[in-house]
């Protein structure tokens, strides 16, 4: 048995144990409301990211405190791990997430939010994201509504910005940028034709991907924070989502050309 097989093995043993300890830890969250629950999903994911062998490196500002809206690119279902185990919050899925097997229960685990394509639930589903916001949650979105091949950053759709409206305690919520980029392996540079190694997209079937990147060594991804933000500063939730989608491209363009942060407040790697 080869070095990659072994490893892909191993690490699949290790992460099927833990998600029967997730589910057997998790499941009351979804009969009880507790910030312990929230926390406990934080563990996790940086549980599941050691096993797969992911480092994270994050540069730029300081994340903040209390409910906010979290906007990030795309890339792969890794990008959950990646994210959730830096930021405490809760995130934004298209609805067919719901009925994925294994990943939609374990996403009702941890209180992912589900969102339909229609625009006819637009309004209800922006009630819902703006009462999590004032119950004190913090989420988190993927504007692109979908993933990219690692090298691009699709348009991002600005409908769910609305919710940027939300007031809590009489104060408008901040919105949070957040590049994400997978730059190495193993410690070496991570070119356009390797990235789909970890990028996840379009028809790819999710099993042997996953089968494939775990035979692989450690890997590293990098995310960049960037200031926040509010809607009142901006002529409308559109013009707040191009923002976004620009300062979010330049610090996923920078990641993959291996540039620093223009504004380097924080530098911390995660193994």
């Known amino acids: 048995m080869s070095r990659s097989v072994s490893l892909a093995v191993f690490r699949g043993l290790l992460l099927v144990f833990s998600g029967f300890?997730?589910?057997f830890t998790q499941s009351p969250s979804l009969f009880l409301r507790h910030k312990f629950f929230q926390k406990l999903t934080l563990f996790w994911h940086r549980w599941c990211r050691r096993i797969i062998g992911m480092e994270i490196e994050i540069k730029g500002s300081s994340l903040v405190s209390g409910p906010a809206l979290f906007v990030s690119n795309h890339i792969s279902?890794?990008?959950v791990t990646?994210?959730?185990?830096?930021v405490d919050g809760i995130f934004v899925s298209r609805a067919d997430v719901r009925d994925w097997p294994v990943f939609g229960f374990l996403s009702r685990l941890q209180r992912t939010i589900f969102i339909e394509r229609c625009p006819r639930y637009a309004r209800q589903q922006l009630l819902e994201l703006s009462g999590r916001?004032?119950?004190g949650d913090r989420l988190i979105l993927f504007?692109?509504?979908t993933s990219s091949d690692g090298n691009t950053i699709l348009p991002f759709k600005s409908t769910l910005f609305a919710v940027a409206a939300t007031e809590v305690e009489a104060r408008a919520i901040p919105v949070q940028p957040i590049s994400i980029a997978y730059t190495r392996l193993d410690g070496f540079p991570l070119g356009r034709l390797f990235r789909p190694i970890y990028a996840w997209y379009g028809?790819?079937?999710?099993a042997s991907h996953l089968w494939r990147l775990m035979g692989y060594g450690r890997f590293q991804v990098e995310i960049t924070i960037h200031d926040p933000i509010w809607l009142e500063n901006f002529e409308s939730r559109k013009a707040l989502a191009r923002y976004?989608?620009?300062?979010i491209?330049?610090?996923f363009s920078r990641s993959l050309a291996g540039r620093p942060a223009i504004t380097v407040q924080t530098k911390k790697t995660y193994r």
């Open 249 to 251: 491209t330049r610090g």
């Open 133 to 135: 916001l004032c119950a």
């Open 82 to 86: 990646a994210i959730g185990s830096v």
């Open 21 to 23: 300890l997730i589910v």
């Open 244 to 247: 976004c989608e620009q300062k």
């Open 77 to 79: 279902y890794l990008d």
């Open 203 to 206: 028809d790819m079937p999710f």
């Open 143 to 145: 504007p692109e509504g």
